[in-house]
């Protein structure tokens, strides 16, 4: 439990005597970070008692990656930093996966981890952390941290906490290693005032720009490509839609952006995707598509030719690297903007679609699945019941790891407004729905649920610190005894599968043996009343449910990428 006490005043003049910890932690907490997820160790003792005696709740966590899923999440869910403290070595190492994931998802996620005192470097200190000692990029700016440096002296502060002040404002995701060593971190600092920064908008888009998009889109049938990166203009999007009667497509992790029931709504790209999608651009005669919120990234598209309209795409986004990037044989029209503030400057220039609503094929309803009364459960049959039960009967969040459950939720689950839909689709970490949902249940306060396959939930899993916290995490187990998706694309691909199976495992019991509640579902009847069971429960809960291996998730698309993928390349002797 914390035990904060009223808030640090800003450093400065008149303003008491405080540890480097103590003033990073007070610092944290007034940039908005509420929750703090990460293990304590020798040289980070220190941060973590300033630390837990701020306005930062610390939840202390079994692994340092899934701490870092689960601050993950958190930010994404509040729109807000977090925090990952972690000690030296093997806690920062241990930590990359889930910050790594954090850079490619756009969440806002600050690592404070400990380190080897000056004095004691290169002579062999355990945990020992230098640039010497750890991979290149872990202590510096790069792939994984937009921000990353070394406090060696209390005058750094000020520098230092003005760039995290900048980054966590910014318009996209900001992930920053504040590396401590451990001498440093009870220094006393005393400094100037540090002066607050202002948000400002992202970048807006030229008149140019501005009047070159609205003719498009006036004279030529066009569709919109929906992502993730929208999720904060969803009446807008929705707005310019139906103004100019455009067929909409998500990308997976866009779920929900634009309700899937609605007319417009022509189906998922990427994994899992709509069959439908492709053809109901040829049947409204497109001829550009508006990309908002998606670097139309392999698993978005697959990078399929039929997604692309003959006259290619406008594409909107505060990076002007990734126009044509995914497709650089295709026209592409790129408007530098952040998505917000072209949808408001674009909306009021465009006038209502004057004509009739283009035609677009049906979306096919599959008749619901009727319980089999003998045999394992059927995926689909079990996503279909998590469409029911968790979806439309609850406010849950849902979160699938990748594999199988990905792969299905994607394809299966239909969701009509934003923010219940996650899935760690691009960096594909298993681990990362298993752990993450901690943070996602945290941050709402109420139960959100995990779909998971076996071998993620064996991999890496934080079912004790849920049940220490109380968090009201639900797992959703798909046993099917293998590493499924890894099993059907070998045999997809015309391989036979390799060390594939596990060992069956029944999750119920060591949920219990962890203080969690936990049930077993063996045949299709039992699982509504299971499901129901596990969001009510209010605490930690982990449905083992035993799937049928046979079943192929539909995973087409992302077979014939990787055959496109090996086809193509070309190697000399």
């Known amino acids: 439990m914390n035990h904060a006490p009223p808030p640090l005043p800003l450093v400065g003049p008149g303003a008491p005597r405080a540890s480097v910890s103590e003033v990073l932690a007070a610092f ?52 807000r930093p977090t925090v990952v403290f972690a000690t030296a070595g093997p806690g920062i190492t241990n930590a990359i996966t889930g910050l790594a994931a954090a850079r490619i998802e756009g969440a806002k996620v600050i690592l404070v981890s400990g380190g080897t005192s000056p004095s004691q470097r290169d002579r062999g200190a355990a945990q020992e952390t230098t640039a010497r000692t750890l991979p290149a990029g872990l202590l510096s700016d790069g792939p994984i941290f937009h921000y990353a440096t070394t406090l060696e002296h209390p005058s750094q502060l000020p520098v230092i906490l003005r760039r995290l002040m900048v980054g966590a404002r910014a318009v996209e995701g900001f992930v920053a290693h504040i590396h401590l060593p451990l001498s440093v971190q009870e ?5 100037p005032v540090l002066a607050d920064t202002e948000a400002l908008p992202g970048p807006a888009p030229s008149a140019d720009a ?32 139906e103004r100019r009667a455009m067929p909409v497509m998500c990308s997976p992790r866009a779920k929900g952006i634009f309700p899937e029931d609605h007319p417009l709504f022509v189906g998922t790209t990427g994994v899992g995707s709509h069959a439908r999608v492709a053809s109901s651009l040829q049947a409204a005669r497109i001829q550009r598509t508006l990309v908002l919120g998606t ?22 986004d505060v990076n002007p690297a990734v126009f044509g990037a995914a497709y650089p044989a295709a026209e ?9 503030v072209f949808l408001s400057a674009l909306l009021p220039r465009l006038p209502t679609h004057a004509g009739a609503p283009p035609t677009l094929p049906r979306l096919p309803r599959t008749p619901p699945l009727d319980p089999l009364t003998e045999g394992a459960v059927r995926p689909r049959f079990l996503f279909e019941a998590v469409q029911r039960v968790v979806v439309e009967s609850s406010d849950a969040a849902v979160l699938t790891e ?19 839909y996650r899935s760690g689709l691009h960096f594909g970490s298993m ?63 015309g391989y036979d599968p390799v060390e594939t199976t596990l060992p069956d495992t029944d999750f ?56 496109a993928q090996t086809a193509k390349e070309s190697f000399s002797p």
């Open 187 to 191: 220094a006393i600092f005393e400094g």
């Open 431 to 493: 681990g990362h729905a298993t752990t993450g949902v901690l943070g996602a249940a945290h941050a709402r306060g109420k139960a959100a649920v995990a779909l998971v396959g076996d071998g993620s939930m064996l991999m890496l899993e934080e079912v004790s610190t849920a049940v220490r916290y109380g968090i009201p995490a639900v797992w959703v187990v798909l046993n099917d005894r293998q590493y499924g998706i890894v099993e059907h694309g070998m045999r997809a691909s």
């Open 402 to 420: 990748a594999g199988s459950a990905f792969v299905w939720g994607n394809h299966v689950l239909r969701f009509q407004e934003p923010g219940r």
């Open 508 to 563: 119920s019991l060591i949920a219990r043996g962890l203080g969690a509640l936990g049930t077993r579902v063996e045949r299709e009847g039992e699982l509504e009343a299971a499901l129901g069971e596990a969001l009510a429960a209010g605490k930690p809960f982990v449905v083992d449910v035993r799937v049928d291996p046979e079943e192929r998730p539909p995973i087409t698309s992302r077979v014939r990428s990787l055959e």
């Open 210 to 241: 501005l009047d070159a998009v609205t003719k498009i889109l006036t004279e030529e049938p066009c569709a919109l490509w929906v992502g993730f990166g929208a999720r904060k203009a969803v009446s807008r999007v929705r707005a310019l839609a």
């Open 295 to 316: 670097r139309l990234w392999e698993c978005t598209s697959f990078w399929r030719q039929d997604l692309v309209p003959p006259r290619g795409f406008i594409h909107v």
């Open 28 to 79: 944290l907490a007034r940039l908005g970070v509420e929750v703090g997820y990460g293990l304590g160790g020798g040289t980070i003792v220190p941060f973590c008692h300033a630390l837990a005696r701020s306005r930062v709740r610390v939840l202390h966590c079994r692994h340092e990656s899934g701490a870092a899923f689960a601050a993950l999440e958190e930010s994404l869910a509040q729109d």
């Open 332 to 340: 592409t029209l790129g408007v530098q903007a952040e998505i917000g």
